[in-house]
Structures are given as structure tokens and as C-alpha cells.
């Protein structure tokens, strides 16, 4: 019943990731300095990863054992996985963190509430691809199985663009970046998604997409981890990861709306558009906080 996955993958499923996600983030910074930027960039790329060995294999189970196991596979490789990361999360010295777990007076900064806008608008255009794509694939005349399986292009590319970035990241400033990987990712959806009508243009814009529309989540917490004293790093990343989810909360249900009222469930240039603009958008913010950064004070303990 649909209580029940909202329940268990939306509220529970949503509340464990997002701790795990958050802890693996401050660690990290507590153990990197100099190369902070690819550490982030390692430890992001095990999403591409993850998500390039288990489509192909829960579209197997779901195919011949049907969802319910496929959901129990899932809790067990979660299970394993995330457990023995647990155990192996240790800070480098002690460290106390800080008593609260939000600190609002932090959206005083100007620097946090603008990377926070760029980031809300980021994760609007970063859904419709992830979602829509392999049923605009599918519309094109391929078959389910082949628009599903087509993911692992963006997960091998995902897993190739953050490595690089983080890298980079720790030469050039990840505000730039931001700002070469979200122009690209903008000027890819309205021209090879939007205007493509075959696989190759689809191919094309799939690979981009994954090489450089998705590291605004992992230059984003290396640019606060950069900012912010070690103290501090949880709770700024806190509210980015609120604004994060604020925004898929939000966001989703719009852009369904949209292909429904829009596109009647069939038509995609809507909703292409709507990811255009908020990659646009967000280029905006990006600018913006890439040419006065510099003017706001450093934050304090």
C-alpha cells in the first residue's frame, strides 16, 4: 500500500541515509586537508558505483523474484554495506561535536544561503533527468529493459566526473569549477535532450549529464568543509542537506504535475525545459556567490 512505502522508503529510509550521509561528510574533513576536494570526490563516486551494480541486478530480481524480495535485497546489501562503513567511520583525533544539531543563526551567511539557493534550484534540475530520462528513451521506441539498464551510462560517466572534480578541486577553486559543469550540463539539456530525437544526441546528453551535472554534491561539501571550523561543518551541512530535501519534497510533485497537465504523460519538452531553467538558475547563484564571496567574513567557532 502506499502508506506503507511512505513509511519505509520515504520517512525511515530518508531519516537513516541522510544521518549516514551527513557523518560520512565530517569525517572525511576531519582526516583531509590538502586533498579534501578528492577525498569527497572518492567517496562521492561510490554513488555511480552503487547505482551501476544494482540496476542491473534489481531489475533482474524484480523481473524473476517480483518486488518484495527485490526490497529485501536492497535492506540486505544496505544492511551489510552501510554496517561495516559504521564501524570503520572513526574521527583522526577527538572531536566533539557541536550540542546543536541546527544552527539557523548560520543562515546569517550569506555565503551558506546563496550556495543554498544554487542548490535548491541544482536539485530540481538534477530529479527530471534522473527520473524522466529512460521513459523519454522508452518513448523513442526502445524497450523497457534497454531505458533502464541505459542509467549505467550516467552511472560510469557519475562515477568519472567527481573523481575528476574532486581532484581538481584541489588546485582550482570549486566555485569554477560549479560554474564550467552547470553551463555545460544547461546548454546539453536544451540542445541534445530537448531537441534530440534519436539515441545518439540522448547518449550524448546522458554521458555530459553524468560528467558534470552532478558535482555540484560533492564540491558543495567541500566548499563548507573549506569555510567552516571543523565544529561547525555538520551543521552547515545540515542545512544544505535540508534545503536539498526541502527542494525534492517540492519538487517532484510539481514536476509530475507538469508532464501530467503538460505533457499529458507523453510529451517531455516541458519538463526538459523545467531542468534547463533550474540548471540556469543555479548558474545564476553560482555567479553570484563566485563574485562576492570574497566580501562576506569568515565565520566564526
Not at 554513488?47 to 544494482?54: E, F, K, Q, V
Not at 524522466?132 to 560510469?156: C, D
Not at 563574485?291 to 567574513?297: G, L, Q
Amino acid at each position: 500500500k502506499i502508506w506503507q512505502l511512505v513509511i519505509t522508503q520515504g520517512i525511515i529510509y530518508g531519516f537513516g541515509s541522510s544521518l549516514f550521509v551527513n557523518i560520512s561528510l565530517l569525517v572525511q574533513a576531519l582526516w583531509f586537508q590538502k586533498r579534501l576536494g578528492l577525498a569527497i570526490g572518492i567517496i562521492s563516486s561510490g554513488a555511480g558505483l552503487g547505482s551501476l551494480i544494482m540496476v542491473p541486478l534489481i531489475t533482474s530480481t524484480i523481473s524473476k523474484m517480483g518486488i518484495s524480495w527485490s526490497f529485501r535485497i536492497l535492506a540486505i546489501v544496505y544492511f551489510i554495506s552501510t554496517g561495516i562503513g559504521g564501524f570503520l567511520l572513526k574521527p583522526r583525533a577527538e572531536f566533539k561535536p557541536n550540542s546543536k544539531i541546527f544552527d539557523f543563526r548560520m543562515l546569517k551567511d550569506p555565503f551558506l544561503n546563496i550556495l543554498n539557493a544554487a542548490g535548491f534550484f541544482i536539485q530540481v534540475g538534477y530529479t527530471v533527468p534522473l527520473l524522466y530520462f529512460p521513459a523519454s528513451l522508452k518513448a523513442l521506441g526502445y524497450s523497457q529493459t534497454f531505458s533502464t539498464n541505459f542509467i549505467m551510462v550516467y552511472s560510469v560517466t557519475s562515477i568519472i566526473g567527481r573523481l575528476v572534480s574532486g581532484q581538481l578541486a584541489d588546485s582550482i577553486k570549486p566555485i569554477n569549477i560549479l560554474i564550467v559543469c552547470h553551463f555545460i550540463t544547461s546548454v546539453a539539456i536544451f540542445t541534445l535532450w530537448l531537441l534530440g530525437k534519436s539515441l545518439a544526441p540522448y547518449a550524448i546528453f546522458f554521458a555530459l549529464y553524468g560528467l558534470f551535472g552532478v558535482n555540484f554534491f560533492s564540491l558543495g561539501p567541500s566548499m563548507i568543509s573549506a569555510r567552516y571550523p571543523i565544529k561547525r561543518v555538520s551543521q552547515a551541512n545540515a542545512l544544505y542537506f535540508l534545503v536539498l530535501g526541502l527542494s525534492v519534497f517540492i519538487g517532484i510533485p510539481l514536476i509530475g504535475l507538469a508532464f501530467q497537465k503538460l505533457g499529458n504523460r507523453v510529451h517531455f519538452e516541458q519538463i526538459i525545459i523545467i531542468s534547463g531553467t533550474c540548471f540556469t538558475i543555479s548558474l545564476i547563484f553560482l555567479l553570484i556567490l563566485r563574485f562576492s564571496m570574497h566580501k562576506f567574513p569568515l565565520p566564526g567557532e
